[in-house]
């Protein structure tokens, strides 16, 4: 019998793939009896890059045995919408997440870019914007696209304008990804391209890309587990299924604004602490907003979060 250490590289149902990263040599697995982190009610208590300890064969025929989840150092978490009790983790152990958007052919809704972004900073996780499908968007809308760096840019985020039909941004990602040999996550809503980013970034790999509906202008979800690939260049990724709704989980409503960067920078001068930055007067975030210091948009996408946390506690 042989004992180890290993990375979870794909999960469907009961069935886990296990690797030894930075090793790449993926071998099936079973969970013993029931995983369970401490203190989670959520409907997947392991996810893709949960670091776990095995039993299996010394030659590792057959099927290895999960017997416990060691600690994450990172994680996201969401849920499908802010009524559900049970929330999803997408995945754990990120070295990077690069939220996959796109301005248009599927829009991606600045309240989720938002969800996603607040999410990673309440739960540690580095994560960089990557602005997909340049090629369609042209010089009319060049305007909006330095639009959009310019406010995320400002609240502390990198913005990578990439084509993954053309290659143009791709070298530098695949640099990036490359980066320590480390986990890299691609998320987003479905038909933003996450699944032909990696195939741009090792053609070698195939995984299933599908046009966005002609009718509805949307992804039609062709991603449907979180996976995780090498790159030949180096570094892994993880592709995920397109993600529909995200909700914020356990937030509490004095906290939220710090995972604002460009708000946490300014809060110390709110006369009130703690501030909602919402009626309190003498209010720097207000301030800051009134100014177009801060984007109105981010302001609002705060506001909207912090009603809910509020409305469906
Ligand atoms: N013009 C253009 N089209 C792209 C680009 N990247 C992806 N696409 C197209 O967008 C569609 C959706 O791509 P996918 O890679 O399947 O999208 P996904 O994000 O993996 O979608 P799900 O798996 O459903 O979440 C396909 O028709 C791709 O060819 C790009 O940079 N430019
Ligand atoms: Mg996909
Ligand atoms: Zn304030």
Redesign the pocket.
Known sequence: MRKGKAIIVKHTGSHYLLSELPQWRPFPAVARGKLRLKDSNSTNPVAVGDMVEYEAEDDFTGTATITSVLERKNYIIRKSTNLSRQSHIIAANIDCAYL?TTLAFPETKRAFIDRFLVTCEAYKVPVKIVL?????YGESHREYVDYFKGVYEGAGYEVLE????TGLGVERLREECARNSGVNLFS?V????????MKALDPSLAPK????SEHYKQ?????TFYEMYPLASGGFVI?T??IRGFGLVDFKEHELSTYFPEMLKIMDDCRFKPCTHTHEPHCAVKEAVDNGEIDGERYLSYLGMLEEETKYR
């Open positions: 996959v997909n499908k340049i090629d369609i990439v084509s993954a039909l987003g479905s038909g933003v391209g996450k699944s032909s980013l890309i599908s046009e966005i992804g039609k979800h062709t991603t592709d299924p397109g």
